[in-house]
């Protein structure tokens, strides 16, 4: 399995220094359950120094003496600092004053990383770990959660990425974070391809959604029913389907001129988000073809197939 993805300012994130006297600290933020320890160990494996949970009136007195005394020693290691409503002091309008806050700043340059996830698997890790939801309390996990996105809502926009983390182990977690946030990567722009089951709603966080049900579906057939769009004869079957190459022509054409305007507009990652009915065929079999298009224009590119066991009833990792 490759991996996922969403959008970015001017500024790559993927250099250690924003500019010749700046250090860059990402502040890791997001839904309870959706992955902020995973990140934050991640970007500590990438050579950030990672802390949680900051109190937000001790964040300023972190970020800038502390960026002050590593330029002294000749050090520039990156910040990556988990904050969210477990957080002491925790308030959306004071985190996102903050934030603006340390934006004007001309020592640092601040990126935000949002992470979030689908209700349904929310629920399922915090039944398997047995965890109670902090805005819970004697409730269901699923009030909490509610409660929560409807808090969080408001600190999307201050992020430059949302990272939906529906269906990923932490090992594609962390592919994702290394594609995005490595100090020693190269600039330039990301591309997250992923399929999925329009029954399963779509992936947040999308840039370009494209609907791929208009194609003959081998759900029908009983001989590829079982199998999916990475299979030899289900490739072939809607290779073969009327209008497939008209539309695969149609959407490189597409993006071809796009890409680079992307960059050019300082936009680092970009999620393209490729459906059908099932998220098992269709879309499987045409996100293959997209990454593999991608890969032979050089490009970064990062496949993903998010409901691909759903439909079995299995829930993927």
């Not at 990402?26 to 839904?31: N, S």
């Amino acid at each position: 399995m490759s991996e996922p993805a969403p959008n970015i300012p001017a500024t790559s994130p993927n250099s250690t220094l924003a500019g010749d006297d700046k250090v860059r600290v990402l502040l890791v933020t997001g839904m309870s359950g959706a992955g902020k320890t995973s990140a934050l160990k991640a970007l500590e494996d990438m050579d950030y120094e990672a802390v949680d949970n900051v109190p937000l009136v001790l964040l300023s007195s972190l970020v800038l003496p502390g960026q002050r005394d590593f330029q002294a020693r000749g050090f520039r290691r990156p910040l990556a600092i988990g904050i969210d409503i477990r957080t002491r002091d925790f308030g959306v309008e004071p985190f996102r004053q903050e934030i603006d806050r340390l934006r004007d700043e001309s020592e640092v340059e601040v990126q935000v990383l949002f992470l979030d996830c689908d209700d349904d698997e929310l629920r399922r890790r915090y039944a398997e770990t047995r965890h109670r939801h902090p805005l819970a309390a004697d409730r269901p996990v699923a009030d909490g959660i509610a409660r929560e996105r409807a808090l969080m809502e408001n600190l999307r926009d201050r992020a430059e990425v949302v990272l939906d983390t529906t269906g990923l182990s932490p090992g594609d977690l962390k592919r994702i974070l290394r594609g995005t946030y490595d100090p020693d990567s190269e600039p330039g722009l990301n591309v997250f391809v992923t399929s999925f089951s329009y029954r399963l709603g779509l992936p947040r966080g999308a840039d370009l959604v494209f609907d791929v049900r208009f194609l003959t579906n081998p759900h029908y057939d009983p001989g590829l029913k079982p199998l999916t769009g990475r299979d030899e004869a289900v490739a072939d079957f809607i290779a073969d389907t009327a209008g497939y190459q008209q539309f695969f022509d149609g959407l490189t054409g597409l993006l071809g001129p796009l890409l680079p305007r992307y960059i050019a507009e300082g936009k680092s990652y970009l999620t393209i988000a490729v459906g059908c009915t099932g998220g098992r065929h269709r879309s499987v079999f045409v996100a293959e073809r997209l990454g593999a298009w991608l890969a032979s224009l050089d490009q970064r590119v990062q496949l993903h197939h998010r409901d691909v066991d759903r439909e079995q009833g299995v829930t993927a990792p």
